[in-house]
Nanobody, 120 residues
Framework: EVQLQASGGGLVQAGGSLRLSCAGS????????IGWFRQAPGKAREQVSC????????RYAESVKGRFRISYDNAKITTDLQMHNLQPEDTAVYSC?????????????WGQGTLVTVSS
C-alpha cells in the first residue's frame, strides 16, 4: 500500500521560510512523478511543484517560481519543498502526491495535507 506522510507546515510571517517534507513508502513501481499541490479556502487546487523520475523534469507554478524549490531523495523516497519569501497568498493546505510517470494534474496517490499559514 502506497503511503505518503507530509510534515512541516505551520504559521510563518510574510517574508519567512518553511520546509515541507513528504516521506513515501509501499512503492512497487519505479517510474513516477512526485510533487506538491495546495488548496486555499474557496480556491481550486493547484500544483505547486513536481519532479518526474521518468524524465528528470521539474515543474513550478508561475506564482512560486524563484521562491520555492523541490528536492527529491530517491534512496529515502522523500521529497522536500523549500519555501522562501512566503506571502499571505501562499496560505493553503499543502499535500504531496504521486503521479504516474510524469507530472500531471491527476495524481494516483495522495498524502494527507499540512497547513501553511502566512500572516501579513
Amino acid at each position: 500500500e502506497v503511503q505518503l506522510q507530509a510534515s512541516g507546515g505551520g504559521l510563518v510571517q510574510a517574508g519567512g521560510s518553511l520546509r515541507l517534507s513528504c516521506a513515501g513508502s509501499g512503492f512497487t513501481f519505479d517510474d513516477y512523478a512526485i510533487g506538491w499541490f495546495r488548496q486555499a479556502p474557496g480556491k481550486a487546487r493547484e500544483q505547486v511543484s513536481c519532479f518526474s523520475l521518468s524524465d528528470g523534469s521539474t515543474r513550478y507554478a508561475e506564482s512560486v517560481k524563484g521562491r520555492f524549490r523541490i528536492s527529491y531523495d530517491n534512496a529515502k523516497i522523500t521529497t522536500d519543498l523549500q519555501m522562501h519569501n512566503l506571502q499571505p497568498e501562499d496560505t493553503a493546505v499543502y499535500s504531496c502526491a504521486i503521479m504516474k510517470y510524469y507530472c500531471s494534474a491527476y495524481p494516483k496517490y495522495w498524502g494527507q495535507g499540512t497547513l501553511v499559514t502566512v500572516s501579513s
